[in-house]
Each structure stands twice: as C-alpha cells, then as structure tokens.
C-alpha cells in the first residue's frame, strides 16, 4: 500500500511493508535503526504488533528493492502489503509455519524432559541408564541446538554480521555456550575433573532454553493470528459490480468503474454499490452492516444512500456522489488501517528498554572473559569460559520471555472462562487505566432488535388491547419491515389468531394499509394518516409521551378513525444498567455514543443511567469522537459491535466488542466480550488490573535475578570470599527464575473478577 506525502521540500512515499521474523520488541529498534540509515529514507516505523512497517522516502534515492534487502540483511524479511496481502498462498504458509513451530515445541520439551531426567540431581536416580548417558544427551541436545534452534540462528548471526544485536543474539550465544560447554565436558571429563570441577554437562540447560522461549512465541502467533482478517473482511463488504445507466441502457460495470455522476438503478436484495443520493423511487434500506442500527431506513428521493448497505423493499435509481477511495466504506477501512498501524506510547518503552538489554548483557559477559582470561588464576582460559557461561546463562532472557506469555496464558484462560476475550498484552496493558468507556448504543446497551413495548388501545370499550394488537399483527403479517416482524412475533407470543387480509399494500416511508373482514385498516406513521385525511387528534398526547421516550410509533386506524397506538423500540439488555451501575463504582465516566437523534439518545441514557451522550454522529464521525475524548487525556476504551464501530474500536485506547456483533468489529477490537454481558466490561477491567500486577512481578523476578546474580556469575564474590557461580548452579538459578514466574502466573486462576 502506497500513497504520496509531500512534507515541506520532500516529495516523499510512504509505503507499508509486511515484516516477516520479528520475536521481540528489540527486534522493532534493530529493523528501525538499520532502516533509517538509508540514504533517502525520511522515517521508519515499525509495529510489532501488525507486523508491518510504515516507511517514508523520497523513491528518487531509494527504491522498494534496496529497502527489502537492508531488511533482509539484518536478519528478517520484508515484501510489499500489495504483494502479499491476504492471499490464500499466505494464509496458508501462516499455518504451516504455525503447524511446524509447535511441532518443534513439542519436540523440543519431550527432549528437554528426558536429559532433565537423566542429569539432575535426584531425578536421575531414578532414570534409565540410557538417558544418564552423556553421549545420548549430547546426541539429543544437537538435534534440538541446530534444527529447533536453527532460527535463532538465522535471526542473530546476520545481526551480528552488522553489529546489531536482540534476544535471538543473547539466546544464540547463551545456549551455544552452553551446548559447547555440556560438549566439551563429554568429550574432555579429565580435563574438567583436574581443576576439581565435577564433569557433568549441562545439556538440559540451552533445550529448556530454546523449547520454553520458542513455547512462548507459538502462543503469541496465535494470539496474534487473524489480526489481519478485519481489512480483508470490511473490503469484501463492497459490492462487486453495479447496473449503471448508460443513456437508455442499463450495463453491468465492476464496481472500480463507476464514475461520479453515474445514474445506478439498485433492485431489491441487492447491495448499493457506492454512496449516492437517490433520483427516482422510494425504498427501505438496511444498513446495519455499516451503521450498525438494526431497523431498516426509509428512504425518498433526494435521501442518500451508502455503499455496501442491502436495499430491502423498492426499485430506485441514484447518482453516484462518492466512489472509490471516498466512499464510507472505503474511509471506515482507511480509518481501521491508519489506527491499527498506530504505536502506543508503552511499546515504545518496550522497544527501548530491550535495545538497551541485549547489548548490556552480551558487553557484560565479554568483559567477563576477559577479565578471567588475563587476571584469572589458571587455567585462566577454562575459568574464563565457565564464568562467560554463568553470565549468558543466568542473563539468559528465559523468564523474561515467559513472565508476559504466562500471565497472558492464564489471565486470557481465566477471561475466556467468563466469557472475556482477550486478544493480546497490550490491551492488557491498557485496559486498567481507562478512566472513561464509550458505548454504542444499538447491539451494545440494547439487543439490536426492535420490540413492541406499547399498545395502546384508544377507544377500550370497543377495542382492547387484544384487538388492537390482533389488528395490527394481521395487516403486517405480508410486510417485510423489521418493525412489522416485531408485532407479528408479539402477536403469536400472545397466542392471537391472526385474521386474512385482503388488499394489502405496503406504502414505503408511509406504512402498509388492506382490509381485514371488508374493513380497511391502515397502520403507519403520521404521514400515512395525514395522507388518508384521518383525524389523529385523539393520539396526540399519548404520541408525543411514547416519542419522547425514543421509541417507534404505530398508528391504528380502522374505517377511517384512530382506534390504537403501538409502540416499538430497541430495549436494553438486561445487563446493561448493573454494568454502568459498576464501572461508575470504579470511578470510571460513562459515555453513549448513537446515531439517534438527541431526544431518543437521552431517553435512553437516562433509562441506563448514562450521562454523558454523544448523539447524532455518522458512523464515519465516531473515531473522531474517540480522539476528542482522548485528547482530554484520558485512556478511553469504545464498547461496540458494528462495522462503524471499527475504526472507533481501534482507535480507542482499549477496543471492546461484543461477540454478538459483526466480524469485522470482534477483530478491530482488543477485547470481546463473548457472553453478551455488559457486567464482563468491569470483569475485563479487573482481569486487566490482576494481570498486570501479575506481569510486573513476573518481570520483577526476571530482572531480579539478573540484576542480583549476573555481577556474583562475574565473580564478585571471588576476590573476598572466593566463591563462584558455577554453571549448574545458574543453570539452577535460571530454572527457579522461570518456574517462579510461572508458579506466580497459575496464582491468576484463582483471582475474582466477578
């Protein structure tokens, strides 16, 4: 994807790419540095999260291919978005390389077990004398060192080469000195045992290493996995082809050639190719898919009419007024792709913090060398070497890697289990300091689908409730308006028989009217009666009071006169007043967003207890919304479910979907909420706030033992106390670091977030 930028003097691109080998945050500074010191390259971004990377350059001093090889020569791989963007080729090269790293993982675990087995203290008393054999591990352990680690390999050596550095260098090195070391006390015991060191290798230490980091990564691709899937899914949204009017023939275009000002003729069922305003005919249009309001809008000649909404009743012809890259539906794709490509504030931090670790760690263990190498006691280089060995062990990221994958593992089982989605850390990392949460109000605060809530009889004596609804269900059972399904669907909850129509005809933007036993009845909106010259005096108050709660009125007439009202409306969902109710508890500010008009909006809000209300806003006005909000300073998370709400649910601090909603907002959003319960948005929160704590002391224990134990694996205890770290005994230390974050992440199953 290509589009131009012309800042001050540059004539500059700014171009995406896909980035393909990324593990780490460090990975983002190494790929960013390497970029920016090419010759005609303006600013590089890249975003881990995405796997893309925005690039600005000026193509006159640069070009796409010399880009792709500096990405290529630092250890990764780059291809343009519109080359490699949700291919089938792709997806299925996605899973197969899902499909092998688990097959690695488990692999390398199995391995792992049996050399612990075999060489630990205790547990190899127990073991077969085939696995206490040193020979048998080293076999073992190279299968694991050089195929399973065989990517580590690949990401560090070429980093290397240009004098970059990032986890897969300090995995590379730690392991392989390790996995040396374990060798050269398999082949060489005697040499080992005449310094009064006891031969034993340490095999078990790089294949834990490599399985348990290589474990976390096959949980975080396939928490990634489908973040894509939501750009893919609002494109196929659009309408394929268009019956354009050419003169006085009407020829099938694909929908790239549509021009502005072309007359379309939309027949029922089918989607409306572009955005428009409508010339002849009158129709009902459902545009939920873009909206996100269930109830199908009227529309008249002069209304517009959006591309990629279904036209549900009438025949109309419109002229075009927006296409291609202007229309909605391309401005909301547009909006979700600018907001997901976005970086937070925190990963940045990440980003430096680990270009800044590797590096320290790798500077460390060579001073170490060399420190023993030429002041160390001899044989000063065999010290040397177990002393390296003991830094890049006990450096060795192994519970840095595992202390956000496990809480996310537990935390996001402990979610689902409530009927919470999470998709990945960031959202966690966010979610407990939202201070205000936005909801849209149809599928989210109600149930997305219109209810009779009223009927109301206006003559009782002659015509009670029964009657009236009876009436009503029977005239509407030959519409297709959502709205007359509701009074059907009432109907037969009372059990009513309903009564045969004669003459039915529905009278679109009006009603429908027939004759129910020679009688004519109509039933519509005040248009319709006006039309009809019935008197609707006697309905004027009970109209006006049943509108001002927002809801959808229904006149009854029957011959000629007013006899009833029925009122319709998108009721709450049952949890959304308690859900309010709780996240006000936690002093969180409640917002409502809606593309009602003011009085249906507030009469809502105050039902829910909401209030602040954000009423009257196009779909492609509720990301701009978000950032006013945001622009506050406060951390806003949106709660949505319509395909409008997607750039809205990526752009907010935290997205949360509801799991009833459309595809495209599930996979804009950070968070879904599969269970339907609006009380999930406070468990969320809680969720978000305990794992966090979660991860911090996971990284407290990481860093810990780094910060404790790296200087004593140094040998700063030798000059006083004569004491070193030996590599069995960081090994032990690494192992403990990891087992303790883990052990502190299974604490997560317990917690209460309800």
């Known amino acids: 994807m290509t589009y131009n930028l012309q800042p001050k003097n540059y004539n500059l691109l700014t171009t995406t790419f896909l980035i393909k080998g990324m593990h780490c945050a460090s990975c983002v500074r190494v790929i960013e540095r390497a970029l920016e010191k090419v010759e005609g390259v303006r600013e590089a971004q890249v975003n881990f999260a995405t796997e893309k990377a925005n690039?600005?350059?000026?193509?006159?001093?640069?070009?796409?291919?010399?880009?792709?090889?500096?990405?290529?020569?630092?250890?990764?791989?780059?291809?343009?978005?519109?080359?490699?963007?949700?291919?089938?080729?792709?997806?299925?090269?996605?899973?197969?390389?899902?499909?092998?790293?688990?097959?690695?993982?488990?692999?390398?675990?199995?391995?792992?077990?049996?050399?612990?087995?075999g060489s630990f203290p205790f547990l190899m008393d127990f073991a077969p004398s085939v696995l206490k054999n040193f020979l048998v591990q080293l076999v073992?352990?190279?299968?694991?060192?050089?195929?399973?680690?065989?990517?580590?390999?690949?990401?560090?050596?070429?980093?290397?080469?240009?004098?970059?550095?990032?986890?897969?260098?300090?995995?590379?090195?730690?392991?392989?000195?390790?996995?040396?070391?374990?060798?050269?006390?398999?082949?060489?015991?005697?040499?080992?045992?005449?310094?009064?060191?006891?031969?034993?290798?340490?095999f078990d230490v790089p294949v834990i290493i490599i399985a348990l980091i290589l474990l976390g990564r096959y949980f975080e691709a396939k928490a990634r996995a489908g973040t894509?899937?939501?750009?893919?899914?609002?494109?196929?949204?659009?309408?394929?082809?268009?019956?354009?009017?050419?003169?006085?023939?009407?020829?099938?275009?694909?929908?790239?050639?549509?021009?502005?000002?072309?007359?379309?003729?939309?027949?029922?069922?089918?989607?409306?190719?572009?955005?428009?305003?409508?010339?002849?005919?009158?129709?009902?249009?459902?545009?939920?898919?873009?909206?996100?309001?269930?109830?199908?809008?009227?529309?008249?000649?002069?209304?517009?009419?959006?591309?990629?909404?279904?036209?549900?009743?009438?025949?109309?012809?419109?002229?075009?007024t927006k296409v291609g890259m202007e229309t909605m539906l391309s401005q909301i794709i547009r909006?979700?792709?600018?907001?997901?490509?976005?970086?937070?504030?925190?990963?940045?931090?990440?980003?430096?913090?680990?270009?800044?670790?590797?590096?320290?760690?790798?500077?460390?263990?060579?001073?170490?060398?060399?420190?023993?190498?030429?002041?160390?006691?001899?044989?000063?280089?065999?010290?040397?070497?177990?002393?390296t060995v003991a830094v890049l062990i006990i450096a060795c990221p192994c519970a840095m890697g595992l202390a956000t994958p496990t809480a996310i593992m537990v935390g996001t089982g402990k979610?689902?289990?409530?009927?919470?989605?999470?998709?990945?850390?960031?959202?966690?990392?966010?979610?407990?300091?939202?201070?205000?949460?936005?909801?849209?109000?149809t599928g989210t605060l109600t149930q997305g689908k219109p209810k009779v809530t009223d009927v109301m009889p206006l003559q009782p004596t002659t015509y009670n409730l029964q009657t009236i609804l009876q009436l009503a269900a029977s005239i509407e059972k030959g519409s297709e308006h959502s709205l007359a399904e509701a009074i059907v669907t009432k109907a037969e909850e009372e059990n009513l028989v309903l009564s045969k129509v004669e003459g039915f005809r529905a009278i679109p933007g009006h009603g429908v009217e027939g004759k129910v036993h020679g009688d004519c009845v109509l039933l519509g909106n005040t248009r319709l009666m006006e039309k009809e010259k019935v008197d609707t005096s006697p309905a004027r108050r009970p109209l006006a009071r049943l509108e001002s709660e927002g809801k959808t009125v229904m006149i009854l007439a029957l011959k000629g006169k007013v006899v009833g009202l029925i009122a319709v409306a998108d009721t709450l969902k049952d949890s959304a007043k308690e859900g309010v109710k709780a996240l006000e508890k936690l002093d969180i500010e409640v917002a409502m967003i809606t593309g009602d008009n003011k009085r249906t909006a507030t009469a809502i809000a105050k039902e829910v207890g909401i209030k602040r209300v954000l009423a009257e806003v196009l779909p492609d006005q509720k990301e701009a919304e978000v950032r006013k909000i945001q622009s506050e300073g406060k951390v806003v998370a949106m709660v949505g479910d319509g395909i409008n709400d997607a750039p809205a649910l990526a752009a907010a601090d935290v997205g949360i979907a509801m799991g009833t909603g459309t595809d495209v907002a599930i996979e804009a959003a950070d968070i879904t909420?599969?269970?339907?319960?609006?009380?999930?948005?406070?468990?969320?929160?809680?969720?978000?706030?305990?794992?966090?704590?979660?991860?911090?002391?996971?990284?407290?224990?990481?860093?810990?033992?780094?910060?404790?134990?790296?200087?004593?694996?140094?040998?700063?205890?030798?000059?006083?106390?004569?004491?070193?770290?030996?590599?069995?005994?960081?090994?032990?230390?690494?192992?403990?670091?990891?087992?303790?974050?883990?052990?502190?992440?299974?604490?997560?199953?317990?917690?209460?977030?309800?």
Request: aromatic content about 8%; charged content about 20%; hydrophobic content about 45%.
């Open 673 to 754: 909420l599969i269970n339907k319960d609006l009380r999930s948005v406070v468990g969320a929160i809680k969720l978000s706030k305990k794992t966090m704590k979660t991860i911090k002391s996971n990284l407290f224990w990481a860093f810990g033992y780094n910060v404790i134990l790296i200087p004593v694996a140094m040998g700063a205890l030798y000059p006083i106390f004569r004491i070193l770290l030996s590599p069995i005994l960081a090994s032990v230390a690494m192992a403990f670091s990891s087992t303790s974050v883990v052990a502190n992440s299974l604490l997560l199953k317990k917690a209460k977030i309800s």
């Open 228 to 320: 894509s899937e939501a750009i893919r899914k609002l494109i196929g949204l659009q309408a394929k082809t268009a019956k354009v009017l050419r003169g006085k023939v009407e020829v099938d275009v694909p929908i790239g050639e549509v021009e502005l000002g072309d007359i379309i003729r939309v027949r029922p069922g089918e989607k409306i190719p572009v955005d428009g305003t409508i010339l002849d005919g009158e129709s009902s249009i459902d545009e939920s898919m873009v909206t996100g309001e269930s109830i199908p809008v009227d529309k008249l000649k002069g209304d517009t009419v959006i591309g990629g909404t279904i036209n549900k009743t009438g025949t109309f012809t419109y002229k075009a």
């Open 55 to 117: 690039i600005s350059y000026d193509p006159k001093k640069v070009t796409d291919e010399q880009i792709i090889t500096t990405v290529s020569q630092v250890g990764y791989k780059a291809l343009l978005e519109k080359t490699a963007k949700d291919t089938e080729i792709e997806k299925e090269q996605k899973k197969k390389e899902l499909d092998n790293l688990r097959k690695k993982v488990a692999f390398a675990l199995a391995t792992g077990v049996l050399i612990l087995w």
């Open 415 to 441: 979610g689902a289990e409530q009927g919470i989605l999470i998709k990945d850390a960031e959202s966690l990392e966010t979610a407990h300091k939202v201070k205000t949460i936005i909801f849209d109000k």
């Open 335 to 387: 909006l979700v792709e600018e907001a997901q490509a976005s970086k937070a504030p925190i990963q940045k931090l990440v980003d430096l913090i680990s270009s800044y670790f590797v590096p320290v760690v790798i500077i460390l263990a060579t001073t170490t060398f060399v420190l023993w190498y030429d002041f160390g006691p001899q044989p000063a280089l065999l010290f040397a070497l177990l002393n």
């Open 140 to 202: 073992l352990a190279s299968i694991v060192q050089f195929w399973v680690g065989l990517e580590f390999y690949k990401a560090a050596i070429p980093a290397l080469k240009h004098r970059t550095a990032n986890m897969d260098t300090l995995v590379s090195l730690g392991t392989t000195m390790a996995y040396s070391y374990s060798v050269f006390v398999t082949i060489f015991p005697e040499t080992v045992e005449a310094l009064g060191i006891k031969p034993m290798p340490y």
